[in-house]
Each structure stands twice: as C-alpha cells, then as structure tokens.
C-alpha cells in the first residue's frame, strides 16, 4: 500500500498523520501474521483449548480493563453467535468460574491491577489461563497456560518534554496513543480465531483472514484520497472533535451489535483528549450543534435511524460510518465515511449480516484520525494518560 502517494492527494495534507498512525497499526496487522506462523504449536494449542470448552460445555470468561475489555466484548459476542457459552467477568451477570472453564485475559502492560486481580483465584483452582499481552515476562506470565505476546505493540510513552522538542524540531513523531496498537492487534486476534476455529485448516483461515483485512484497509485508504465527499466527511468529523474539546459541547458516539462496542472504544479515547462522552441514556440533552459519530454497517438498523431522526430534528452534526451505500440512514445524513470490507467473511450475528473487518477498519481509522488531532493541537500521551487515570 502506498500511503504516502495517498496522503499527497488528501485535502492540503491535513491527515500526513492519520497515514503515518494509519501505516503502523497496518503494519502491526501484518507482523502478527508473521508471529502466528512462527508460534504455529501455540497457535493450535489455543484453538485445540477453545474447541474442547465448547465439547465440555464449558465457559470462556473475559477479563481485561478499559479498551481491552471492550475487545473481549467484541469477540465474546462473535464466539457466543457461534454457539460458545462466553461470560463477562465483573459485569452483572457474569457466572462463576468453574472447573474445565477457561479465562482469556488482555493486557497490554501485563500488568493491570484488576486483571491479575481476578486471575490469582483462578490459578490457584488451577483453571487455564490464556493471556494476550504486549510485555513479555510481566506479572501476566505467572498465571497464564497459554501466552500470546505481540512484544511489537509494547506502549514506548513519549514524554511531553521529547514531544515538544521533537515538534521544534521540525519532526513528527508518530503517536498511536496509549494502549491503541495493542488494542487493535488484539481486536484482530480474537476475531481471526473465531472465524478459524472448528475449520479443517485453522492456520490457512487466521492468515486469510488478515490478508484480507489488510486488503480491505488497502481499499479503504484509495476510496478516501479518491472520493472527494469522504474526505471533506472525514474533515468536518476531524473539526468537530476539535471544537469539542475542552467545551461545554457533548459529542455522542452510537452503534449496535458489536458496533456498539467499538463506538465505545472510540469514545474513550476522544474522552482521554478532553471532549465530553456522555452516555446513550443522556441523548434527551443533546442539542443544535453537538457532534454525534453514527456506526451502522449496513445502515438499515432500526434503532439506529430511530436515533438519527431525532438528531436531524435538532440539527446536530451528524457523520456516519457504514459500508453501504444508498441505505435508508445513508439518505439521511450528509456526512458519509463508506468502508471497503470484503463479504467473503460475512457472518450472521444476532440474526443481522456482520462483516467482521467493518470493526477493525473503522477502528484504525478512527483511532488514526485521533492521531492526527493530537499532533495538530501538540496533545501529548501524558496528558491523555492523565485523563484516563482520572476517569478509572
């Protein structure tokens, strides 16, 4: 993929750092295959695990903290369509882990306080462990049977005084801020084992699978330096999030299905930059101006337009993120993000068509779009870090 030919082609250059972030997490996508291919005895053991949980009508529980657990959220909802009994550890009703029951924990750190938290009972009932970390040898490590570590995705914090220093200086140092690769690589993960597991070839159907996505990023990058309404939908989304920061503004984030999970995962990373996130249930306080960020694969979700109709009604700004175009909630609004995402991997969840890389592309959009808004306003890790210490 050539981004930089892209980028030159996008309105005065104003995302040099959505294609900086947008090529890095591709790129991880990519070195996660390579590590799959040379990790192959572990990859079959995971989904050997997995596979006998469902023969022994077993659970696989969740846990993980802030955009991790959103990641288990996803990829518990996909194994639960596909017939696996899938709890949510810590969340209202999650069931008690049992014997024969497995735990998948995600932590970039290796680290996270309630995470190892929630792991020291289950191994000392020796329950098995499967961890998906960034840092090799951390605490994670003593509790799990199963590791998988994407050490590449390993958080490097740029301090706020080498960040400003470096912007002196004339260079742009790429910012995926936080846990962002990790999350992502993760989200990836999960969703390409599910998809490979109770198949003939396992091994052939992750990698494909990556390829793909991989492929449908491709795509996605040519249609926004391509299509001119995409690219100003995405300015004017880019300029809404900034006018929101720091203001009495509330910018809402909605989707459904498993969308619902990822509209979250963007949000808090908006949050971490300073703009108000409420939540769904304080949309009666929306009003003329605010910014809401619609996520509707196929846009034909009742709820969702129900949702539109009214932010229409009170003339708020309105962007939607979909793959299809010419839809009934496509119609509505005016500001249109349309995804490349290949059909050969549609699933059915929930009883609703779900293309499993329409979650991943709009992440590493968004999260790259993210990117280039805190390089324009020099908003530095620490300072996002700070924000998510004060909301957990």
Partial sequence: MNLSEGAKSIQDNLFSELEASYKVITDSFVKLRGYIDQSIGQFHDVINRLEQVKRNESTIHFTGMGRSNLVGKIVGEML????????????????????????????????????????????????DIISVTASARSELDRFSDYRLVFDWCKRKAVPLADYDKSRILGNKPHLTPMGTLFELTALLFGIAITISLETQAPLKQFTTFIEKVVEDLENTWVSLKEEKNMRE???NLKQNIIDSIGSERNFYAYGTG???????MVGMRILHMGVNIPSISSWRFRKKGETVLIFAEDGQDSKIISQTEEACNREMNITLITREKGSRLDKMVNNHIY???????????????YSPSFDLITS??????LAQIAYDLSIAEESMVARHANVE
Avoid at 342 to 351: A, C, F, K, R, W
Avoid at 364 to 369: F, T
Wanted: proline share 1%; with cysteine.
């Fill in 80 to 127: 639960m369509d596909r017939g696996y009994l899938v709890s949510f550890i810590g969340d209202s009703f999650s069931v008690p882990v049992r014997e024969k029951d497995v735990i998948i924990a995600l932590s970039g750190s290796g680290r996270t306080t309630t995470t190892i938290d929630n792991l020291r009972s289950a191994a000392v009932r020796d329950i």
């Fill in 258 to 264: 498993t969308s619902r999970y990822v509209s979250r």
């Fill in 339 to 353: 995804l490349n995402c290949n059909s050969e991997y549609d699933l059915v969840i929930q009883g609703k068509d």
């Fill in 364 to 369: 590493v959009l968004l999260d790259s779009l």
């Fill in 233 to 235: 939908a995405l300015i």
